[in-house]
T-cell receptor, first 113, second 117 residues
């Protein structure tokens, strides 16, 4: 069965610092991997997705993620944090047919001045 | 602009009431989903529908049912609301690529925060 683990339920960075949010996956088949962001009192919005076309995936708002099969990881990064990046971030893995997703438990990102 | 609309942002219901959460999408998507979001647990799939009148149980279907009479509308029903169903409920939809197992992007509604008292 497919699953994802997000390390760190809360991450705090200074404005302008590197953002690194960790996600490790478990999948018996080549995975489809996603990062979603949720701003306060909002639904989820897709940041980026991995579909095996390229291991480095670029998303919206300057975020990117690298698929590393040997490490079963799909960590999310952004070179320079902005106050507007404060939100909750979810990693998810596709569960085969039907587009069902298994989500991680989420990482709350705080950006400080 | 793609849109998934949930009928209510906030709901307060009494224990034992029958509760309907409505979701409409305007993208002609085949797949629709109901997730429940709780702090520290992420999102968990309650039910999934891949076509009109078709449904499949997710990971936590107990205490819930669904209805999909039209392609654009997917309803979540709490048959007899209980306090442990107090949560944020998120509806989503996605496009199905025929004959493949490709996972396409899911589009989410704004969520309904349900409180059962």
């Amino acid at each position: 069965a497919q699953s994802v683990t997000q390390l760190g339920s809360h991450v705090s960075v200074s404005e302008g610092a590197l953002v690194l949010l960790r996600c490790n996956y478990s999948s018996s088949v080549p995975p489809y991997l996603f990062w979603y962001v949720q701003y306060p009192n909002q639904g989820l919005q897709l940041l980026l997705k991995y579909t095996s076309a390229a291991t480095l995936v670029k998303g919206i708002n300057g975020f990117e993620a690298e698929f590393k099969k040997s490490e079963t990881s799909f960590h999310l990064t952004k070179p320079s944090a902005h106050m507007s990046d404060a939100a909750e971030y979810f990693c998810a893995v596709g569960r085969g047919g039907g587009n069902k997703l298994t989500f991680g438990t989420g990482t709350q990102l705080k950006v400080e001045l | 602009d793609v849109k998934v609309t949930q009928s209510s942002r906030y709901l307060v219901k009494r224990t034992g009431e029958k509760v309907f959460l409505e979701c409409v999408q305007d993208m002609d998507h085949e797949n629709m989903f109901w997730y429940r979001q709780d702090p520290g647990l992420g999102l968990r799939l309650i039910y999934f529908s891949y076509d009109v009148k078709m449904k499949e149980k997710g990971d936590i279907p107990e205490g819930y049912s669904v209805s999909r009479e039209k392609k654009e509308r997917f309803s979540l029903i709490l048959e007899s609301a209980s306090t442990n169903q107090t949560s944020m409920y998120l509806c989503a939809s996605s496009f199905y690529l025929q004959g493949t197992s490709v996972n396409t992007e899911a589009f989410f509604g704004q969520g309904t925060r349900l409180t059962v008292v």
